[in-house]
């Protein structure tokens, strides 16, 4: 029996879930923007506020290629 990829890729990416950075750019819920998080981009999207730049944001969920992310008091 064998993983595919897609575990693979699911488990790499659920890493990120719980884990905080400071956003380099305004962050909404209706646009993501790329950002260079932990050592890859990432498209980053806000879950229910638009954030400013230099904000301290957690991670809630990661949907594809796409980081969905709350600041860090919720």
């Known amino acids: 029996w ?3 990829l897609g575990d693979v ?4 990416a659920n890493k990120y879930i719980g884990m905080t950075f400071v956003t380099t ?3 909404d819920m ?7 998080v932990y050592g890859d981009d990432w498209q980053v999207v806000s879950l229910d506020k ?3 730049a230099g904000s301290e944001v957690k ?4 949907n594809g290629t796409k ?3 709350q600041t860090k008091e919720g």
């Open 30 to 36: 209706y646009e993501s923007t790329l950002q260079h």
């Open 50 to 52: 638009r954030i400013p």
């Open 59 to 62: 991670v809630i969920s990661v």
């Open 67 to 69: 980081l969905e992310v």
């Open 25 to 27: 750019e305004e962050l």
């Open 2 to 4: 064998s993983r595919g």
């Open 9 to 12: 890729y699911k488990r790499q």
